[in-house]
């Protein structure tokens, strides 16, 4: 980034073995404040050796810009074209059911993180290991203390829910969340829609959560409210 600003880039490309959520979140968020110009890019690198060739890298674009080409299906494994299907589709039903939520770019991963209207908040669908969804509201890094907060207010979330409500909020890990889950197989594609129509109204009330995200902010040391 020092150098990026230093030389007035217009790309800026951050290259790692593997990205963990936050960090491509962290990604597409710098994508989504900046004006369209700067673009930023995560690449995942792998070392490719075929036969008795000499070792050569392969880059795997993770996170970057929503005008970025779209992603070469017959390269992807099984898994990924899985993925890009699912939220390619999801993101049709929100434009026809839910234009509250905006849609995004589909990814080719297990998670996809949609604006939440909240500022620093995001909301994220993503399906980790365990055969769980999960709808969540979303925090990389640096509020900590905002949801303790809103830990402490769990039974006036759970009333805006309308159900029990986890979260994940570790001193050791960067992100934070509120989260609602059910179970689920991705790869039923049959219970797509029964999956979409048990996002949409979660979705919705996540966003709802505005007024006591706000009312934790100003609770907060030093807050000015």
């Known amino acids: 980034m020092t150098y990026s600003a230093g030389l007035n880039a217009l790309a800026t490309v951050w290259i790692a073995s593997s990205f963990k959520a936050e960090h491509r979140e962290a990604v597409e968020w710098l994508n989504r404040v900046t004006n369209q110009e700067a673009n930023f890019f995560a690449l995942e690198v792998a070392c490719l050796k075929i036969d008795e060739?000499?070792?050569?890298?392969?880059?795997?674009?993770?996170?970057?810009?929503?005008?970025?080409?779209?992603?070469?299906?017959?390269?992807?494994?099984?898994?990924?074209?899985?993925?890009?299907?699912?939220?390619?589709?999801?993101?049709?039903?929100?434009?026809?059911?839910?234009?509250?939520?905006?849609?995004?770019?589909?990814?080719?991963?297990?998670?996809?993180?949609?604006?939440?209207?909240?500022?620093?908040?995001?909301?994220?669908?993503?399906?980790?290991?365990?055969?769980?969804?999960?709808?969540?509201?979303?925090s990389f890094g640096g509020h900590k203390d905002l949801f303790s907060k809103l830990e402490e207010n769990k039974a006036r979330i759970v009333a805006v829910l309308g159900e029990d409500v986890g979260f994940f909020n570790r001193k050791d890990r960067q992100y934070s969340s509120v989260w609602?889950?059910?179970?689920?197989?991705?790869?039923?594609?049959?219970?797509?829609?029964?999956?979409?129509?048990?996002?949409?109204?979660?979705?919705?009330?996540?966003?709802?959560?505005?007024?006591?995200?706000?009312?934790?902010?100003?609770?907060?040391?030093?807050?000015?409210?």
């Open 53 to 138: 060739s000499l070792p050569a890298a392969d880059f795997n674009v993770v996170a970057g810009p929503s005008s970025w080409p779209p992603t070469q299906v017959d390269t992807m494994t099984p898994r990924a074209k899985l993925w890009l299907e699912f939220w390619t589709a999801f993101n049709e039903y929100l434009e026809a059911c839910c234009p509250q939520i905006k849609s995004r770019k589909a990814v080719r991963d297990s998670w996809c993180s949609f604006r939440s209207g909240i500022p620093n908040l995001s909301l994220v669908v993503e399906f980790p290991k365990g055969g769980y969804l999960y709808a969540e509201l979303y």
């Open 180 to 225: 609602v889950r059910r179970e689920a197989d991705p790869s039923d594609r049959e219970r797509w829609p029964e999956l979409f129509d048990w996002l949409k109204p979660r979705l919705l009330k996540l966003r709802a959560l505005e007024p006591l995200v706000n009312e934790a902010k100003a609770a907060l040391p030093g807050s000015s409210s």
